[in-house]
């Protein structure tokens, strides 16, 4: 985790050493990663490690990114009274401690977390060592660690104006530059006929995610006649290792209709979109809002309900329209999202509100939290 000279002793740095905490699942990692970037954009000499666990996506996305990765122990609140909950002191305890080790090592002068497991025992081993605190939040409603965190610092962004989390300001959603630099008219010509569209045709793209949603692909399977007559092509994204078939069992197939798993790069399926029908996670809420792409969002119907929390800002604008999974039949796509496909009036005035309500440079702001923190810290002599 840190560099060393031949003779073992640390070397120097006249940069920043960041630390940045976070991950679990895509929605922590991504704006970790968007802000290291951003960091590096910023202050090319910045040392960069983030910090996960081993079980999390970030063993193989993070070093996939170019950036170290130092893990803890993953330390979950138990849900029910259990034995583990009777070890959770110690448990926490050690990775606190493991936190302070990584601090040191790294000689951080500021921590940025954006939420997560690993967030919380890094805040508290932060706030021993005296290293500044930088917070992120991307959700309408705030994680616990996140919520820890805030009582430490007065340095915290948020995705969402309505989301409630102690001396938070907005600044968006840390995106790849790939999706917030996005010009959807220029590009949407060349990215249709690189995913095997028509250029010219009215298209709906529709994903459920890395993991897919059964729901959607239930409706739009029984769904493709009625698009097809009304002359809409569909860009399918059904999930990895998802495949929806017909009813001969082999994989679906129509007139103007294309099926994928996945798209690396999802600037490509925003570009040749005229809509998008998704589920409303905080990081497609705020990527669709900064490209200005209309949308109609199908919220999971599992957890705290925080998925319609998220959308209900460009709902409430009227760039995008919102219903339940369990009301998403082929009725009411017909009834809906058809004739919305069909107004290219409308669809432009959602396109034009989206945009009023998205922002394109949270990872800046982020990043110049970050130095500016870390920049106090070093002028203070107190870097370890």
């Known amino acids: 985790m840190t560099l060393e000279d031949p003779a073992g002793t640390p070397a120097e740095s006249s940069g920043p050493s960041v630390v940045l905490a976070g991950g679990g699942t895509a929605g922590h990692i991504s704006p970790l990663l968007a802000i290291a970037r951003a960091v590096v954009d910023a202050s090319p000499d910045a040392r960069i490690l983030a910090v996960g666990t081993a079980s999390g996506m970030e063993t193989r996305i993070v070093p996939e990114a170019g950036f170290e990765l130092a893990v803890i122990d993953r330390v979950p609140l138990p849900r029910r009274p259990t034995m583990d909950l009777l070890r959770l002191p110690g448990r926490f305890v050690k990775a606190v401690r493991q936190s302070e080790a990584i601090l040191d090592s790294a000689q951080a002068d500021v ?8 967030c919380t025992p890094m805040y508290l081993a932060a706030r021993r060592r005296g290293v500044p605190i930088v917070i992120h939040e991307a959700n309408t409603r705030a994680g616990i660690a996140n919520r820890v965190g805030a009582a430490f610092t007065q340095r915290v962004g948020k995705a969402f104006p309505a989301t409630r989390l102690r001396h938070s300001r907005v600044v968006g959603m840390p995106m790849r530059r790939e999706i917030s630099g996005l010009d959807r008219a220029a590009a949407r010509h060349d990215a249709r006929v690189r995913l095997g569209l028509d250029p010219n045709a009215t298209t709906l793209v529709v994903t459920g995610g890395s993991l897919g949603a059964a729901s959607l692909n239930r409706t739009i399977a029984s769904s493709l006649d009625a698009m097809a007559h009304a002359g809409i092509q569909t860009l399918h994204i059904t ?96 009834a809906t999202v058809l004739p919305l496909l069909g107004s290219p009036e409308r669809l432009a005035e959602m396109s034009r509100r989206a945009s009023e309500q998205g922002i394109r440079d949270a990872d800046t702001q982020m990043a110049a939290m970050a130095l500016a923190a870390a920049e106090g810290r070093i002028q203070e002599g107190t870097r370890a």
Do not use: H
């Open 239 to 334: 999930g990895r290792g998802k495949t929806v078939n017909g009813p001969d069992g082999l994989e679906l197939r129509a007139p103007g209709y294309r099926q994928v798993e996945y798209i690396d790069g999802m600037e490509e399926a925003y570009a040749a979109a005229d809509l998008i029908l998704c589920r409303s996670g905080a990081g497609t809420v705020c990527e669709v809002a900064a490209v200005g792409l209309p949308a109609v969002f199908v919220p999971l119907p599992i957890g705290n309900g925080e998925q319609a929390l998220n959308a209900r800002g460009l709902v409430d604008s009227g760039a995008a329209v919102m219903v339940r999974d369990a009301d998403f039949t082929p009725e009411w796509l017909d």
């Open 111 to 118: 921590l940025v977390g954006v939420g997560g497991y690993v």
